[in-house]
Structure formats: C-alpha cells, structure tokens
C-alpha cells in the first residue's frame, strides 16, 4: 500500500469517527424518562441540568452524555468531586473538558504524522500514534490536576474566611443574639465567595427545616473543609446544650489564624531554601574564576 492510500484510509477512519461523534452529540434523540426525571433534582457539581446539555455547547454534551454513563466515575479515575463543589465546578463541565482534551492529544498527533507522509511520501504512523496515546492521557488528566490545584488555594481561602466568620458570630453571640439568629447575621456582613456559599447553605437548612449547624456539617463534608465542622459543633453545644461558646469561637479563631500562620512561615522558609540552589549555580563559575589561577600555579 501506497503512502498516498494509507493517508486517504488514515482520513477517511477519522472522518467517520468524526461522524459518528457529531452524530451522537448533536442529533436530537427521544428523551429517557430516567434522565428527564434526574434533571429534576437540586443542581451542583455533581448533577447536569437539562439546560446546561441543550445549551452549553459541544463540552457540555459530551460531558453531559459520559455524566450519563459512569455518574462520579469509577474508584481508578479519582473524580476531584470535593475540588469541583469548592469551585463550583458543575461535574459534566468537568467531563467535557477532560474529553476534548484527551481528542485534542490523540488526534493532533495523528494529523501531524499524515501531513508529514502526504509531503514527504514515507509512511510513519506508529510514531505519532504512539504518541498521541501518552498525550492524549497526559491531556485528559491535566483538568484533575489543574481543579486541584486551584481548590488547595480556594480551600486556603476559605479557611481564611472561617476564622472571620468564627469572629462575627462570637461579637453576635455576646450581642445577645440567638444562635441561628448568630450564625445568619455573621454570615450577611461580607460578600465574598465563602460568606455566600454559607448563606445559602444556612438558607437551604432553614427551608429544609434543619439545624443551621448541620447544614454547616454538610457544607464542610461536601467542600472538604474541616473548620466549618468545627463552627458547627461549638455552635451546637450552644443550641442543643444552651452551653457559652462566646470563649470557645474566640479560641477556635485564635488557633485557626496560628495555624495559617505557621503554614504561611513554612512556605515561606521552603521558598527562601529554593532561592540557594539558583545563587550556588550562579557564584559557582565566579569561585572557579578565583581558585583556577591558585590551582594552576599549583
């Protein structure tokens, strides 16, 4: 076989993949029942609405299409769910992207290697090929990696904002305010990401008829931040034992700020030994410049 005809049969096995991919996502098809009923649930991270699939485009599709599938994925695939409520983050956006990605390494590749049979007339397929699997993998994995990341310094962030909101409630509390009257009016003060997520997460547990502290056990289960637990717990001693917690939220914000405090110090020291190796690279050719004419008159 001619390079010439590997390259029309190279272009015609992606253009039927293309095909049937464009097929699946943008040909209407009759709606489940199932799937209809489930866009009928709350939305976060972990659900897709219906308008998000209709309208949200291509990445929405296909995300929404493997959400369908495999739900929060199986246990070797490792889904940042926790990571992606804390960005707000909606799980099929997530899929979609991780999706694209992966078509960009692997196709990429391939095209590369037929355009350069098609000029230069030799056929070298499993190069690219071989590469476009490792770079399709590498692709696909890059947004865990990435929502990671950005989650480790929201997550920071927030924790920040927990200890200012530890403060508010202890000044609501020794104000004479009533506890969930407490936890609501602190959490009004700012606007900033971490106040509205506890607004709406106290609004949710009052409309649901909870306690505001267990809705705050939740939100800290579900964002993985383990100070709110501990504003829920001192605020339960309060509602469910009457106990004075003025003390506790005081020493509990003390503590959380040593504690940044202490990681902010330890970044800092790691950061200050990473500047040594590049100051040695540096001096190193001006210390041989000094010793090199003792060493040859040696």
Do not use: C
């Not at 253009?15 to 098809?29: I, N, T």
């Not at 692709?139 to 403060?167: C, N, T």
């Amino acid at each position: 076989m001619s390079a010439a005809q590997l390259a029309l049969l190279a272009g015609a096995v992606a253009a039927f993949g293309l095909f049937l991919l464009v097929r699946e996502v943008a040909v209407p098809r009759q709606a489940d029942l199932t799937d209809a009923m489930s866009r009928l649930r709350p939305t976060g991270a972990g659900t897709t609405t219906g308008a998000d699939l209709s309208g949200g485009g291509i990445q929405s599709r296909l995300g929404g299409l493997l959400h369908r599938r495999i739900g929060t994925g199986p246990t070797w695939l490792q889904v940042p769910v926790r990571d992606l409520a804390l960005l707000q983050v909606p799980l099929h956006a997530f899929y979609g992207q991780k999706i694209l990605l992966g078509i960009f390494g692997l196709v990429t590749p391939a095209l590369l290697g037929i355009a350069t049979t098609v000029i230069s007339g030799s056929a070298a397929f499993a190069l690219p090929a071989v590469f476009g699997v490792f770079l399709a993998v590498a692709l696909f994995m890059a947004p865990d990696i990435l929502a990671r990341q950005q989650a480790a310094a929201s997550r920071e962030d927030f924790s920040r904002a927990v200890g200012a909101y530890l403060e508010l409630v202890a000044l609501e509390r020794v104000g004479g305010n009533s506890v969930t009257g407490s936890m609501t009016a602190a959490a009004q003060v700012a606007q900033a990401a971490p106040f509205r997520r506890i607004r709406e997460e106290l609004l949710r547990a009052r409309l649901a008829g909870q306690t505001p502290w267990k809705g705050l056990a939740s939100l800290s289960e579900e964002l993985g931040v383990p100070e709110l637990a501990d504003v829920a717990d001192i605020m339960r001693l309060a509602g469910e034992d009457s106990a004075a917690v003025y003390d506790s939220l005081r020493a509990r914000a003390r503590s959380l700020r040593l504690a940044m405090l202490t990681a902010e110090h330890g970044r800092a020291g790691a950061a200050t030994a990473r500047t040594v190796i590049p100051n040695t690279v540096l001096l190193f050719p001006y210390i041989v410049m000094l010793l090199l004419p003792a060493l040859l008159s040696v």
